[in-house]
């Protein structure tokens, strides 16, 4: 196989210049760059990637840290991203957190020592301070991290609002707001989202906080269920919307007669569910593979004029509320 | 930050004999051992990985190829997997081949070039060819790529037969059995199981061939369902039994008093459909522990005596069958 010296001697180069070209660093004229590329082609020469990296201080490998890929979200998210990497040849490593930092920092530095080109992370730890030591292009999906790093998300706000007056327009007056844990940023705003529909109406409400976790939703849903007569459910997860629905059949609740429920992501789950979860859709797809796309940009030095890329979020109405009472 | 120069000068020895007891290659007196050792630690130096990973054309990356990370079984498989690598320092890069052998071969060039330590194999094609030139340590899951690749896999054929006897039991006469793509080895086994359940008996049965995937799913068993008087399905997956109960639902067919279903996998999905799914449970996670710690141990040298590794299905009775005529 041919060495980087093998094309120096060919090209009649010192094998630094070849490394400025190949590096893409440092001036060479035009002539060399020539010759380089001519020589490159006839040995069918190709850079040890690895060589490369350690020269580069830079592979391409992305680092994405995810809190659990076993939660639906983010499998589709992985996908997006592995997507849009392949088609620029880069690869994924994958890290869940598990939403504890010492498992991100842990992450954060090892990957620095194998020199990964850069990260997207979809994690939701309220401290950044760990990130903004790293000299890397970073992308946030969901939460700010810190205001020089990207950040693209779904308008949670928003998007909860509109799955709240779904709710009340399907005739719901006693509705369970489901929300995410409290240092979960993009939770917050979904809660915000569900104070703003009822704000001045005559509703009565209920707000239980629960991880985006089936069983705990479960659990903490049956809870409320029996304690209270409510007649609608929010939740700010599919997951969570799925646990809500397991704890309705349990206790013989028919849904959407006698309980309506209206989650949120628009993962596979809820068009897996029987009856189907109506919930209010981030296009998971497009966030990936927006966040995959800017990274690759930051990493290869183009320019990122948008800051902050706020997706909208998408009503779809399935068997989970009255659809005809719309 | 100390380099390998100064810990050799320190340690007054050579910088290749640094890197040999760095890398663990050849030989070194224990007294050299001794100094550098010490040398290491007064210095604090840590050895670059990726320049490690140059001279040792290994790096502490495993590539984990499955089908489509979409699908449940395979996020739960990859939490495993990254849970083992992370406590002995390995990091996983993911790689999603959608059953297509030419971004399987993409993976395993590119991820070689990038120096891997090894690969996790768990998609499905026939055609190994491509494998059996990859000179790294490989571990195979659920399906045998070359004799002289070690396997860990369900017992699947049992597992099935185990789950279509559970049919039988609950008096079902009238069974579709969803099997999986002809060419996916567990799948394969998984009808010779349900064909061992159902030999000899006096059993009406229907067998359509549907990939893992919710809609095509939905969409075969609304055809049989339309076409026969079936009061039992077994599916090949918990995502086919999922689009089968939906398409039940669809059709007004009461599950399970009119119609049972038994899946396949034991993902979480099971647990969190409305009915809950009686399903025939892989272990999942011991799988991909067990893929992990392997494959470890052939990247480190170490011996490994199993070649196969077989693990129980286990039936988990949910709402989706009579349990009570059990």
Do not use: W
């Amino acid at each position: 196989m041919a060495t980087i010296r093998d094309v120096a001697k060919k090209a009649g180069v010192s094998a630094a210049t070849v490394s400025r070209y190949l590096n893409n660093k440092g001036y060479i004229s035009d002539e060399a760059k020539h010759v380089i590329s001519e020589a490159i082609k006839e040995l069918n020469y190709r850079p040890s990637m690895i060589a490369r990296s350690l020269s580069t201080k830079q592979t391409t490998f992305i680092g994405l840290i995810v809190p659990d890929i076993v939660n639906p979200f983010f499998p589709e998210l992985a996908r997006a991203i592995e997507d849009v990497a392949l088609a620029y040849g880069y690869t994924i490593v994958l890290c869940n957190s598990d939403e504890k930092i010492e498992k991100e920092i842990h992450y954060i530095t090892t990957l620095q020592q194998k020199y990964v080109a850069g990260f997207i992370v979809a994690t939701s730890h309220a401290e950044a301070e760990h990130y903004t030591t790293v000299n890397l292009p970073i992308v946030a999906i969901d939460r700010r991290i810190h205001s020089s790093i990207p950040l693209i998300s779904t308008a949670n706000r928003e998007g909860a609002r509109i799955g709240v007056e779904h709710l009340l327009a399907n005739d719901c007056r006693h509705i369970l707001c489901m929300r995410g844990p409290a240092s979960v940023g993009p939770a917050n705003d979904r809660f915000l989202g569900f104070m703003d529909a009822i704000e001045g109406k005559d509703i009565q409400t209920h707000v239980v906080e629960c991880p985006f976790q089936f069983e705990a939703s479960e659990l903490a849903a049956r809870e409320q269920l029996q304690q209270h007569a409510i007649d609608g459910i929010f939740a700010s997860s599919d997951v969570s919307a799925a646990g809500a629905l397991k704890a309705a059949y349990s206790l013989g609740i028919k849904v959407p007669d006698q309980l309506q429920i209206v989650g949120y992501d628009g993962t596979m789950l809820a068009s897996q569910l029987t009856p189907g979860l109506t919930t209010v859709a981030q296009d998971v797809y497009k966030i990936g593979a927006l966040a995959a796309r800017m990274l690759i940009k930051l990493i290869e030095g183009q320019e990122v004029t948008e800051q902050e890329i706020q997706i909208p979020a998408e009503l779809i109405i399935r068997e989970t509320t009255r659809s005809g009472s719309q």
